[in-house]
């Protein structure tokens, strides 16, 4: 990675694929001479994203007494700002030998961009040639790759104005093979009258006369940087070259500003993090867009003038109905689902999706319920668009399992406030679920109520009297619901499961020894999603819950030392924490993208789940079930 200030700290690495929420929130937490190493790291971060007036704020407010290290790293930061700002700066404060390999870089990096705002074309060529010789392969070949891209850009008059001395064979070796370029690319110039055809002709000549030309450079100057890795450019965007073949080139397309930005950071480090936790499988090559930054077809262009091999992304719905209908030559990693309704034209097939669906841990339900030999479910959802799609995935689900099942009943609730206003009344929830009379619809599809429930009203469906048809015997019950929503709920069946017997004037009745009847009822098997399961969940909330079973992802279940070590503003909130691990499992499945085909059964053990790949190239995902059990979750076999 171009430009690691390894001397900030020697725990305290720059990552560029970190945000600067990130580093922010380090900063935060922290405090003596590390809080100053997380502020410049933040500081760093926050100039690479462009947010140049948060980063000139935290620069002023860096103390007097920094130590030597934190100093360089200060003017080094104050040199990029200047540059970003296209602003003067002092380069010779900074002495050169004093600056680590990843300093160096950045050094001649700013002096880059100064010696730019001067038009200093004969200083600018000599700093790319200086920046070539430090970094990794990688670094270097990018070095070699920039200074192409910048030699491309110049007239003939510009590189005449160069001067090169006896002893700068590299920088001779450069000016020979611009002007080599220069003369060869316009030999077979397109003209308005040319059809596609001979445009293809000159196309192709022009090509051919251009590799001749650097493979006689190559020859002259063999030992050459760029004789050694030609620039991926060198016969232009449209031939490019392909990336080392040690990586796999990626777009990754998430939200990294706007409403969304926190769900696009979260999902951002979990990928970056990916090739440190799998250091064994092929690493990437990684190129990260913000989808608010400009529309998708611009987007699309500029990963695949950068040599994308795949687009990962994008996350929201819209934008991936967006990049459904653009279908690009390259194939998708789509980090959402769409409904089929959406999409009237046929599905791309370079495009897969994965997504944290609550669709998906409907179905997982379905399947584990009916693994523990249940057969009368009943789903209390919330009346709304989510609750429908949650019925129906569940119910298309349960049909595929057992065609012969007597159905799926459901039962919606209003509001959390709604709620409450009836519990305080004494009112509690009768299971008076409503049978869904038509389960044969796709999971994929979005259907209303209304269009499959049999003499049901959602509006009331929670608290009114039953009618003369019998109730069925539930024996399980499937809750999504938040976790407040979940609370009074299962109070509230509780509510309901206590009563007393009353005639048909309303009036308790009693035995011959004047006590009252009651009327004990169970509550069937409960089960709940991972929408109810929180971070600070209390151990009073874990008696109350006591034989519930509940899903969630293998990464928050099993608890391991990774959450901890993730920011606290992921941590300690689990809808991030499961974005973090997509972002962990869709690194792992971009490198098997390939292999990514309909109907394939355990593809990866996840950190989501255990993934499969369904019909259209939809990942699924099945779930790890817990159950409370005298306080402690525990995980159900």
Request: proline letters at 3%; aromatic letters at 10%.
């Amino acid at each position: 990675m171009i430009g690691c200030p390894a001397n900030v700290s020697k725990q305290l690495d720059f990552d560029e694929a970190k945000s600067s929420q990130y580093y922010l929130s380090q900063y935060t937490a922290a405090s003596g001479n590390q809080k100053i190493d997380w502020q410049l790291l933040a500081i760093r971060s926050l100039i690479i994203e462009g947010n140049t007036q948060q980063a000139r704020q935290l620069i002023n407010q860096l103390p007097s007494d920094l130590n030597k290290t934190q100093q360089k790293e200060s003017l080094l930061l104050q040199g990029e700002l200047a540059v970003k700002n296209k602003l003067n700066f002092d380069i010779n404060q900074l002495t050169f030998a004093d600056l680590t390999e990843g300093q160096k870089i950045r050094y001649y990096t700013i002096k880059i961009g100064l010696d730019g705002q001067k038009g200093d074309v004969n200083s600018q060529i000599r700093d790319y040639i200086e920046l070539e010789k430090y970094g990794t392969t990688e670094q270097r070949h990018q070095a070699i790759n920039d200074t192409w891209n910048f030699l491309s850009t110049l007239d003939d008059s510009s590189i005449s104005s160069v001067l090169v001395y006896a002893n700068e064979s590299v920088l001779q070796g450069w000016i020979d093979l611009a002007y080599s370029y220069h003369n060869n690319s316009n030999v077979y110039a397109i003209e308005d009258g040319d059809d596609a055809e001979a445009i293809a002709k000159k196309e192709e000549s022009s090509l051919n006369l251009i590799k001749n030309a650097v493979k006689e450079w190559q020859m002259q100057y063999s030992t050459h940087p760029a004789a050694l890795y030609l620039p991926r450019n060198i016969y232009g965007e449209k031939y490019r070259l392909p990336d080392d073949a040690s990586q796999k080139t990626i777009a990754l397309l998430l939200p990294l500003s706007g409403p969304s930005k926190v769900f696009g950071d979260a999902i951002r480090l979990g990928y970056s993090d990916a090739a440190r936790f799998y250091s064994q499988e092929l690493q990437q090559n990684l190129y990260v867009y913000d989808t608010n930054s400009n529309s998708l077809d611009v987007l699309v262009k500029q990963a695949q003038q950068q040599g994308a091999e795949l687009i990962v992304g994008p996350l929201l719905k819209q934008d991936v109905l967006t990049i459904m209908k653009l279908a690009p030559s390259m194939p998708v990693l789509a980090l959402n689902k769409i409904d089929s309704t959406d999409f009237t034209g046929n599905y791309p097939e370079q495009i897969c999706f994965f997504a944290l669906s609550p669709e998906n841990e409907a179905m997982d339900a379905a399947n584990h319920i009916y693994s523990q030999r249940k057969k009368i479910p009943l789903l209390i959802v919330p009346k709304s668009d989510l609750g429908d799609r949650i019925v129906n995935s569940f119910a298309a689900q349960w049909r595929s399992i057992d065609p012969a099942s007597n159905g799926v009943y459901v039962q919606y609730f209003d509001s959390e406030n709604a709620l409450s206003t009836k519990m305080n009344s004494g009112i509690g929830i009768e299971l008076e679920g409503s049978l869904i009379a038509d389960s044969k619809f796709s999971s994929n599809e979005s259907t209303s109520s209304n269009h499959f429930l049999t003499d049901f009203s959602a509006s009331d469906s929670m608290m009114t009297a039953q009618s003369d048809t019998e109730t069925p015997q539930f024996d399980s019950i499937y809750i999504y619901a938040s976790h407040s929503e979940l609370t009074l709920i299962k109070s509230m069946l509780e509510m309901a499961s206590n009563k007393v017997e009353v005639d048909e004037n309303g009036q308790e009745v009693v035995d011959k020894k004047g006590n009252k009847v009651a009327i004990k009822k169970i509550i069937p098997a409960l089960y709940s999603s991972s929408r109810s399961h929180i971070a600070d969940t209390t151990q009073d909330f874990r008696y109350d819950m006591d034989r519930m079973q509940f899903s969630d992802i293998p990464l928050i279940v099993n608890q391991n030392q990774l959450v901890e070590e993730l920011p606290s503003y992921i941590k300690n909130d689990y809808s991030l924490v499961r974005l973090y691990a997509m972002g962990v499992d869709a690194w792992r499945l971009a490198n098997r993208f390939s292999q990514l085909k309909p109907y394939q059964i355990d593809v990866l053990d996840g950190m989501t789940g255990q993934l499969s790949v369904a019909q259209q190239c939809e990942v699924t995902r099945t779930f790890t079930w817990l159950q409370y059990r005298n306080g402690e979750d525990t995980v159900v076999q």
